[in-house]
């Protein structure tokens, strides 16, 4: 075991996979500060889908190191078991080509997948009844993860393996020396550590504005939705799998209970600008027609929901940077500080793998895959000035799901 020491400022899924990685790799002593408790940010809100099948090819080979990952943890962790129930991604015909070029990709780098007709989708998944010109593109590989079960399962872990977390600590700022980040300072003083890494989801823009680096993302509200239980028996299985419904406006999956969990977007909200460093989602809001939309929406696609009621609600945000790509990686410009944030409406899938490359990137120097299109520093100081004078609503972001 080193003697060094890494900080990691957020305890969300990012953060607390990153202390989870370090802590393996024996890199000395982990401290993870949390402002709230634990997964008080996105990681308690999501939905929890995961697929492999993405767009580009550091996204793909990160998510099969996810889909890896999450199996192993699902043996490991008490408590959470990953959803192994598959992922079906959506497509209209218009919107189908352009995922049908990156099949070969898909074929090379080793990412099964399945295309399914209407008629073979609903002889699967007989709940299912997509429309006649729907094309499915299954990820047996993907699911879904509980966060109310990930979550603490995984903060659990990382306290037995020695990480110390520290919930009610906010970070304030940076210990800076001979251009090097050494260290945080927080109300009960500073603290000094050989890597620091942030992983603060959207309030990365306020605390790395310190340093002067303007963050290259723009935030969105985003909610989801659980059903009341679809039988009086709570024990019975839906047969489904995880649905990324690009064609009906949003995503639905299994939940706990004999419930189904949905989420979609709400295109036409203008983007959120986090207002203070000790802002919490809880003070987000949604206006009741977005549940009713959503409803209506999916409903054609799985009609058991229409014998369901909403019982529970979670709004909280999503980020997207300027190419739709997360950050994930060291800052050139301040040795000693990694950062994780910005992983679009996919964050909770990209979890696990992007825990293990910083984790790598702090303890090794190197990472198992070439990470070098998240590297956070990667555009152009006109264009991130560009992009952040500019307001949009989210369908004027890059578009990504999960
Ligand atoms: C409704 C909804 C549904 C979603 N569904 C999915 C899905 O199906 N699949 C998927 O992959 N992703 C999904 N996501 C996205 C996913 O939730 C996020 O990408 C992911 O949780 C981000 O994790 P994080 O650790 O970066 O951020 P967070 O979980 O937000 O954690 C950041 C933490 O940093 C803490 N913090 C902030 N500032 C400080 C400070 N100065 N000092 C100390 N601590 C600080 C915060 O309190 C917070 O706990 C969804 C998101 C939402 C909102």
């Given at each position: 075991m080193s003697s060094a020491t890494a900080i990691i400022i957020g305890g969300g899924v990012i953060g607390l996979s990153t202390a989870y990685q370090l802590a393996r790799k024996r890199f000395g002593k982990v401290i993870l500060l949390e402002k709230g408790p634990v997964g008080d940010g996105s990681s308690s809100r999501a939905g929890g889908i995961i697929t492999g099948?993405?767009?580009?090819e550091t996204g793909i080979l990160a998510r099969k190191l996810s889909l890896t990952l999450y199996r192993e943890l699902s043996e490991e962790l008490p408590g959470y078991r990953f959803g192994d129930v598959g992922c079906l991604n959506l497509f209209d015909p218009p919107a189908w080509p352009e995922r049908a070029r990156l099949l070969p990709l898909y074929d090379q780098l080793g990412a099964p997948y399945e295309i399914l007709d209407a008629g073979e989708m609903h002889r699967r998944w007989p709940e299912l009844a997509p429309g006649e010109t729907d094309i499915g593109l299954l990820d047996p590989l993907g699911g879904y993860s509980e966060p109310e079960e990930y979550v603490p399962a995984l903060a659990q872990r990382c306290r037995e393996l020695g990480v110390v977390i520290r919930e009610g600590t906010q970070v304030n700022g940076f210990v800076q020396r001979n251009g090097r980040i050494t260290g945080v300072t927080t109300a009960d003083g500073p603290i000094e550590g050989d890597a620091v890494i942030c992983t603060i989801h959207t309030w990365t823009q306020q605390l790395l504005a310190q340093l002067g680096w303007p963050s290259p993302f723009k935030a969105f509200v985003h909610q989801r939705y659980v059903s009341t239980?679809?039988?009086?028996?709570?024990?019975a299985a839906i047969h489904l799998p995880a649905i990324n419904a690009n064609p009906y406006n949003g995503y639905i999956r299994p939940a706990r209970g004999h419930r189904l969990l949905a989420g979609g977007e709400t295109g036409w909200r203008e983007e959120f600008r986090t207002p203070a460093p000790d802002f919490r989602m809880s003070a987000l809001t949604v206006p009741p027609a977005v549940q009713e939309k959503l409803a209506r929406d999916l409903t054609p696609l799985?009609?058991?929901?229409?014998?369901?009621?909403?019982e529970s609600e979670k709004v909280g945000l999503i980020a997207f940077a300027l190419d739709g790509e997360p950050l994930l990686g060291p800052l050139a410009e301040m040795p000693g500080l990694y950062i994780g944030c910005a992983f679009h409406s996919g964050g909770f899938a990209y979890n696990p793998a992007a825990g293990l490359l910083l984790a790598e990137f702090v303890?090794?120097?190197?990472?198992?895959?070439?990470v070098s299109a998240f590297a956070?520093?990667?555009?152009?100081p006109g264009d991130v000035a560009a992009y952040l004078t500019t307001t949009v609503v989210q369908d004027g972001a890059v578009q990504r799901r999960h």
């Open positions: 099948l993405l767009w580009s239980p679809l039988s009086a028996d709570p024990t799985v009609p058991a929901l229409g014998r369901t009621q909403w303890a090794d120097g190197r990472t198992q895959i070439d956070p520093d990667r555009f152009a």
